[in-house]
């Protein structure tokens, strides 16, 4: 992949885009080590919530969502 510039956006998302993914694994591995059925049940949500805005980051490097056009 060539290399972006710093004022390039998707060096930016890219870099975001990492860091969520952390995140969402993260949380999922919580999960497995809460007993609280409201812990696990928020760390479960936080990472939909988490993969829905790396989507929103995809959507908009792609030009796929007609408000990234």
């Not at 969402?24 to 497995?32: A, G, L, N």
């Amino acid at each position: 992949m060539a290399q972006r510039t710093e004022s390039d956006p998707r060096h930016h998302t890219e870099n975001i885009k990492g860091m969520l993914d952390d995140l969402i694994q993260h949380v999922r591995e919580d999960v497995t080590k809460v007993d609280d059925p409201k812990a696990k049940a928020l760390f479960e949500t936080s990472a939909e919530v988490l993969t829905g805005l790396k989507t929103a980051y995809e959507h908009y490097e792609q030009g796929t969502e007609a408000a990234w056009r």
